[in-house]
Structure formats: C-alpha cells, structure tokens
Nanobody, 119 residues
Framework: VQLQACGGGLVQAGGSLRLSCAASGSIFRINVMGWYRQAPGKQRDLVATITKGGSTNHADSVKGRFTISRDNAKNTVYLQMNSLKPEDTTVYYC??????????????WGQGTKVTVSS
C-alpha cells in the first residue's frame, strides 16, 4: 500500500492550488483520509480530514479557504486551497487509515508535496 501525493508548486498570494493523493495497492477498505503540513523544525499540524462518509474537519487556520474532498471509487483525497497566504508555505503530507488485504488497520503517509506562496 502506498500514497502518492501531487499538486504542489509555486503560487502568488491570493492564488489557488489543488493537491491530490491517491492510495494504491492491496486495499480492502479506507477509513479517514486527510492532510497535515509541517514546516522545517516544527511539528506536523493537521490541515483537514474527511471520513469515508464525507464528514469533514478543517483546521481553524484554513477554514473558509481550503476544502477537503475525496473520491472513494478512486481511493483519492483532494485539498482545494484558495486565497493562499505566504504562511501556508510548507510541505503538505497526505495520510489515510487503511485496512490492507490480509492485514490490520494502519496509518499510511504520502511522500509530501511542497507548496510555496510568494507575497
């Protein structure tokens, strides 16, 4: 099982980016999916989560600007980021709670995708 994230890049303040993260492998079921972000030397902070049923949770710092969604048929989670600010600059990591075939529930992480917002 692996998660592959993409969609990061360089954007001007006020602009938008859409991150994607696809889970692949011998997957039986996926529960929660979401995004964290982590600046160098700092702890990893939750950005947003979404359950299999579509219930979402967004950090206060991104509410009204970022929207998490998922496509269960594609095992993919998205993060639409609008009105980006320079302080959103960091590496974004996707995660998923997955039940692989023949194994127990575990947390899986993507490789991280860098978002840079210029002022």
């Amino acid at each position: 099982v692996q998660l592959q994230a993409c969609g990061g890049g360089l954007v001007q303040a006020g602009g938008s980016l859409r991150l994607s993260c696809a889970a692949s492998g011998s997957i039986f079921r996926i529960n929660v999916m979401g995004w964290y972000r982590q600046a160098p030397g700092k702890q990893r902070d939750l950005v947003a989560t979404i359950t299999k049923g579509g219930s979402t949770n967004h950090a206060d710092s991104v509410k009204g600007r970022f929207t998490i969604s998922r496509d269960n048929a594609k095992n993919t989670v998205y993060l639409q980021m609008n009105s980006l600010k320079p302080e959103d600059t960091t590496v974004y990591y996707c995660f998923a709670v997955i039940l692989p075939m023949g194994s127990g529930w575990s947390d899986y992480w993507g490789q991280g995708t860098k978002v840079t917002v210029s002022s």
